[in-house]
C-alpha cells in the first residue's frame, strides 16, 4: 500500500540526489510538491486558478525548478540535521492529532521550521507560505489560528553536518585546558602514522572527559571534540606531514567516544575484538610513553 507521507520523503531525497546536494528541509518541499495529493496541489503555483494562495500563484516556475536553477544556492544551506528535524516535528505533530503522518503535517513542520532556503523557494516560485500554511492545518482539521509547531532539539552542535559552536561561544574553562594540551603535544615522539592517530584518539577522549568533568550539555561536548580535534590534527601535518591522520567523519550525536579514522575496513566477530584490543593497546603505550609532556596541565 502507497504512504503518502514516505512517497513525498522518496521524492524529496531522491532531488537532493538528483542535484548531487545533502538532503535538506527545501529538498524535502520539492518532494511534496512532486506528488499528486491535496499538498502538492496547494505547491504548485502553476495550476491555473491557484489564487487561495496569493495573487503571484500560478504565474512563476514550480518548486522543484525554482531549486534546481539555483542549485549551488539553495544546496549550500540544506542540512541532513534540518530535514531530520523537521520529520519528527512532523510525526510529533500527527500523534498530537492521533493522525498517521502524510504530507500535510510535513508542509505545516517545513513552513514553522523556518528554514531559510524554504522561504526563500516559495518566494520565488510565487507561493505564499501563509495561505500554504493554512491549506495544511485545514487538512488535518487543525485551527487555522494554531500557534507556529514547537520544533524538536536539533542534534547537538559539532554532529552531523551541524556545525559546531564558534570559539568564542566555547567554554572558556574547557577551552583554556585544551589549548594548553594543544600547546604541549608530544609531537616529537611521534614517529609512525599509527602513532600520529592513536595521539588523535587520545586527545578525544581528553576533551570528551573534560567536558564530562564540567558537566557541559552536548553541543558544548561536542563543539570542544571538534575544534580541539580540528587543531591537533593540524599541528600534527604541521609538524609532521608524513603522518597526518586522514579526515575522520563527524562525531554522531548520543556517541560517548570519538570517531575513528575514516577509510578504515570493517572488521566483524572475533576480527574485530582483536582489531580493537590491539588498538587499545597502542593508545596505553602512547600515552604512557608522553604523560610526561602532560606534567602541568592546567586543571578547569
Known amino acids: 500500500m502507497s504512504d503518502p507521507y514516505l512517497d513525498a520523503m522518496r521524492r524529496g531525497l531522491s532531488f537532493a540526489s538528483e542535484l548531487g546536494q545533502r538532503p535538506g528541509s527545501v529538498h524535502l518541499l520539492v518532494g511534496i510538491s512532486l506528488g499528486d495529493g491535496p499538498m502538492a496541489t496547494v505547491l504548485a503555483n502553476t495550476v491555473p486558478g491557484n489564487t487561495a494562495l496569493g495573487p503571484e500563484a500560478g504565474k512563476g516556475r514550480s ?26 516535528a512532523a510525526r510529533e505533530f500527527a500523534a498530537a492529532l492521533g493522525q498517521r503522518r502524510a504530507p500535510q503535517h510535513l508542509l505545516a513542520a517545513l513552513l514553522d521550521q523556518g528554514v531559510p532556503e524554504v ?71 611521534l ?34 571534540l571538534r575544534h580541539h580535534a580540528d587543531q591537533v590534527r593540524r599541528r ?20 560517548r567516544h570519538p570517531p575513528g579514522p575514516a577509510g578504515r575496513r570493517l572488521i566483524v566477530g572475533w576480527g574485530a575484538w582483536l582489531e580493537n584490543r590491539r588498538t587499545g593497546l597502542r593508545d596505553r603505550w602512547l600515552e604512557l610513553r608522553t604523560r610526561a609532556a602532560y606534567r602541568g596541565c592546567p586543571q578547569a
Open 63 to 88: 518548486l522543484r525548478d525554482v531549486v534546481a536553477a539555483a542549485a549551488a544556492e539553495f544546496g549550500a544551506g540544506a542540512a541532513v540535521w534540518q530535514h531530520i528535524q523537521a520529520q519528527e
Open 236 to 255: 600534527v601535518a604541521d609538524a609532521r606531514p608524513d603522518l597526518a591522520d586522514p579526515m575522520r567523519s563527524a562525531p554522531r550525536a548520543g556517541t
Open 119 to 189: 522561504r526563500l523557494a516559495l518566494e520565488r516560485a510565487g507561493i505564499d507560505p501563509v495561505a500554504a500554511r493554512a491549506a495544511a492545518l485545514a487538512a488535518v482539521g487543525a485551527d487555522a489560528a494554531l500557534p507556529p509547531l514547537t520544533m524538536p532539539s536539533p542534534v547537538p552542535a559539532g554532529t552531523m553536518d551541524r556545525a559546531p559552536l564558534p570559539v568564542e561561544r566555547l567554554d572558556a574553562r574547557a577551552w583554556r585546558v585544551l589549548g594548553w594540551r594543544q600547546d604541549h603535544l608530544p609531537l616529537g615522539q
Open 191 to 224: 614517529h609512525r602514522r599509527q602513532q600520529a592517530t592513536s595521539l588523535s584518539r587520545l586527545e578525544d577522549r581528553a576533551a570528551l572527559r573534560l567536558a564530562d568533568r564540567l558537566g557541559l550539555d552536548d553541543d558544548q561536548r561536542y563543539s570542544l
